[in-house]
């Protein structure tokens, strides 16, 4: 069992806004940053948002993240075929002392 | 560019050790440190550990303690890490990847391609 909640499938079109969420508690999200990570089939993950809601250069401005309380969500708008992959949240968590992750989303486009 | 390479494919039998490299390159190495994380097949990811390749400073997941040692050769820019006493169930594909924060939980902005370890009698 992870310690950070998503939901193992989501969906879309090309073109729809779809939302990931991420769950976690006070010991992870609720005092640190939420990080996604986003992992195509047969890859290394790469970043996709750090400190919540930050975007490295080259992310594009379709990928958002943010953050409320305990939980924090990734979305998509403009889905495209190229987004279909895993998606992962990720926070340290000051109980357990390290990073934790979520269990993975996998999206898949319609 | 910047990179980190790791070193190829391992088969262990259960019991031993197994040793995996992460050599980095394009970006001063003791500016960064380095997180181990490791996916066994099909499922999700999870944190191994960070070490400080300024400084050597190391931070294990409790699950870990006592199996893992990592360290780093400035010398070569190059990261290890070891797991000791392998089991079937620590066959996953091992990823280094740079860490921006000064100390453990920060973002894991470049990864290694990956070292297949499978653990089998």
């Known amino acids: 069992q992870s310690v950070l909640t998503q939901p193992p499938s989501a969906s879309g079109t090309p073109g729809q806004r779809v939302t990931i969420s991420c769950s976690g508690s006070s010991s992870n999200i609720g005092s640190n940053y939420v990080y996604w990570y986003q992992q195509l089939p047969g890859t290394a993950p790469k970043l996709l948002i750090y400190r919540n809601n930050q975007r490295p250069s080259g992310v594009p401005d379709r990928f958002s993240g943010s953050k409320s309380g305990t939980s924090a969500s990734l979305a998509i708008s403009g889905l495209r075929s190229e987004d279909e992959a895993d998606y992962y949240c990720a926070a340290w968590d000051d109980s357990l002392s390290g990073q934790v992750f979520g269990g993975g989303t996998k999206l898949t486009v319609l | ?121």
Not at chain 2, 88 to 115: E, H, L, M, N, P
């Open chain 2, 1 to 121: 560019q910047v990179q980190l390479v790791q070193s190829g494919a391992e088969v262990k039998k259960p019991g031993a050790s197994v040793k995996v490299s992460c050599k980095a390159s394009g970006y001063t190495f003791t500016s960064y440190g380095i997180s181990w994380v490791r996916q066994a097949p099909g499922q999700g990811l999870e944190w191994m550990g960070w070490i400080s390749a300024y400084n050597g400073n190391t931070n294990y997941a409790q699950k870990l303690q006592g199996r893992v040692t990592m360290t780093t050769d400035t010398s070569t820019s190059t990261a290890y890490m070891e797991l000791r006493s392998l089991r079937s169930d620590d066959t996953a594909v091992y990823y280094c990847a740079r860490d921006v924060g000064i100390a453990a939980g920060g973002a894991f902005d470049i990864w290694g391609q990956g070292t297949m370890v499978t653990v089998s009698s």
